[in-house]
């Protein structure tokens, strides 16, 4: 394998007594699809947080892309080329999809105080390339027709695309995906998986958290399972499928039911 | 003279001075969901900056325009560096912490700030230079001076560039981002803390522009006179809904207009009993009633939308 994109080392996180993560170390390759998958509270979302900044971990790091990633700055880690979503939509509701996009050029555009209240034609410039990017990653999550609604107006799998063209507006190299098919039904599934599935294509390392363990296993080259915030195995879907421990975990039924769209939604260890 | 239409005049012109400190009060809500008390000191400091800023260059045969125009500049480059020094040594510490801690630490610095500015300028009443010649115009029977034309013009374009630049900036964006969602806002790469700092740094000059109005209309600038004029400009943002830019002009302008309607009609409505002297009553009296009968204010949302 290539050097890692991203490479985890022992990340712990506690809440209080809980242990969220208890030493994961796992490591992403460029171009790879990552699939994480795991029972609701097995750490998933915790491990996104620590990754993005939002929390601080309480042991081990990350390396992202050759360098160490600075714990607890989120802004940082969107320099660096990390962007995600949320698994409970968090947009600015009262922006329109345009804009929410447009939030997310902030990281690559230069343009400060000065040129805002000066309003100097390079300023403009990029105020206007800024729309346009816009524009284009609306178009290519598909909802261009809706840049102009407030983002509350959208319908649920909208509000899941205008996410992922917000964050893929930070022009990330490694998109970190919770739960993006949560809600959503069987046509807009399959498109999410052409989308996802196009986003590597453009070259974009994609993490996917995800339930649908159909989803997970077509769509991703390789899968970690977490449970009680460990990392039981780490492999090909493939191989993973037929983990005795995993299936245990998270399945919980026989390795060809696994196969069956939505198995995991009620998997507790 | 017609007194209905002199009191619209002149409720205008303290509208307009309302409605910009107004704004500096509402930025920082919307942002930080702080009440910056100390913001109608920072209105006091512009305009005791410009007082001095503006005597002493006219001791020194500068012209009286060039003067006026360094005095604002002066006043706003001293409160922006105040606005920004007050968020970041008084205000981000407590960041997170309980809303009474920061509201407490407000009402602290606006103690500091009266205190300080009592001794730099002491005690006294200071006669504030005419800026502008004493021009009047007649209007509908009623008198508007040229320093009222131009003291609302300078307000409505100053308001005009604000939403502006809040509306249609790349600035302005990573604002209401910030507003809405700080957490999400610094995951997109906008850093938060700037945004914050920033918003300080343009209620401030907003509040310096306020002060020097304030001190041109009424002649006047001491180092009591943003207490007053804080907690009114605080009405009118709650008025038109605290957090809402809009709603803090229109806050702004309505509680001019109560104020300058019911000074100039009291005296008649009640044979004499109650007079001008009265006017401050009604701010506070349109505070009570607005935070009884309607807590979101005119243009507000819900608040637990903002929260």
Avoid at chain 1, 41 to 52: D, E, Q, R, S, V
Avoid at chain 1, 248 to 257: F, N, R
Wanted: hydrophobic share 50%; with cysteine.
């Amino acid at each position: 394998m290539s050097a890692p994109l991203l490479d985890a080392r022992g990340v712990a996180k506690d809440f209080g007594g809980v242990k969220a993560l208890k030493d994961v170390s796992l490591s992403i390759a460029p171009g790879e699809i990552y699939g994480l998958i795991g029972p609701n509270g097995a750490g998933k979302t915790t491990f996104f947080n620590c990754l993005t900044g939002l929390y601080a971990p309480d042991g081990g790091g990350f390396t992202f892309a050759g360098a160490p990633l600075k714990a607890s700055a989120p802004h940082q880690a969107a320099r660096r080329g990390i962007a995600r979503t949320f698994q409970n939509i968090r947009l600015f509701a009262h922006m329109t999809a345009r804009e929410n996009v447009m939030v997310g050029r902030h990281v690559r555009t230069r343009a400060g105080v000065i040129g805002a209240i000066l309003r100097d034609p390079r300023t403009r410039a990029e105020e206007a390339a800024i729309a346009r990017r816009a524009d284009e990653l609306l178009h290519y999550v598909g909802i261009a027709d809706r840049a102009h609604d407030l983002a509350k107006h959208l319908s649920y799998g909208d509000q899941r695309r205008l996410e992922i063209a917000r964050a893929l507006a930070t022009e990330p190299r490694l998109l970190c995906l919770d739960e993006p098919a949560a809600g959503m039904n069987a046509t807009e599934r399959a498109a999410l998986r052409t989308l996802i599935a196009g986003i590597r294509a453009d070259g974009v390392t994609v993490l996917l958290i995800e339930h649908d363990v159909k989803l997970v296993m077509g769509l991703c080259d390789r899968v970690a399972v977490l449970d009680y915030g460990q990392l039981v195995v780490e492999d090909v879907p493939a191989v993973v499928q037929r983990d005795p421990r995993v299936i245990e975990a998270y399945l919980g039924a026989a390795p060809d039911e696994a196969g069956q769209g939505g198995a995991g939604e009620g998997g507790h260890a | 003279m017609d007194i209905f239409i002199q009191q619209i005049i002149n409720g205008l012109v303290l509208g307009s001075i309302y409605a910009l400190v107004a704004l500096g009060y509402t930025m920082v809500y919307g942002i930080l969901g702080l009440i910056n008390f100390a913001h109608g000191e920072v209105v006091m400091l512009g305009a005791l900056t410009a007082y001095s800023t503006i005597t002493g260059l006219l001791g020194l045969g500068v012209p009286l325009p060039l003067a006026a125009l360094a005095g604002l500049a002066v006043a706003a480059l001293l409160c922006m560096a105040v606005g920004y020094t007050v968020e970041r040594i008084a205000y981000r510490p407590l960041r997170g912490a309980p809303r009474l801690a920061p509201l407490i630490t407000a009402i602290g610095v606006s103690i500091v700030l009266q205190n300080g500015a009592m001794m730099v300028w002491g005690r006294n009443y200071h006669a504030f230079p005419n800026l502008v010649p004493e021009r009047q115009y007649d209007v509908f029977g009623a008198t508007i001076t040229l320093l009222q034309v131009l003291t609302v013009l300078l307000a409505a374009l100053t308001m005009a560039g604000l939403m502006l630049l809040v509306l249609r900036t790349k600035l302005g964006r990573a604002m209401r981002a910030t507003a809405e969602n700080p957490a999400i806002a610094q995951l997109m790469g906008v850093d938060v803390n700037r945004i914050v700092s920033l918003t300080f740094v343009l209620g401030s000059a907003l509040a310096a522009l306020a002060g020097l109005m304030v001190s041109a209309n009424y002649s006047i600038a001491h180092y009591y006179m943003g207490f007053i004029l804080g907690l009114k400009a605080f009405t009118a943002a709650v008025l038109g809904g605290i957090g809402n830019l809009a709603g803090a002009m229109v806050g702004g302008i309505l509680l001019g207009l109560i104020e300058s309607l019911g000074a100039g009609y009291i005296g008649d409505l009640t044979g004499g009993f109650f007079g001008s002297n009265y006017q401050d009553v009604f701010a506070f009296f349109v505070l009570i009633a607005v935070l009884v009968f309607r807590p979101s204010g005119l243009v507000g949302e819900k608040v637990a939308e903002r929260a």
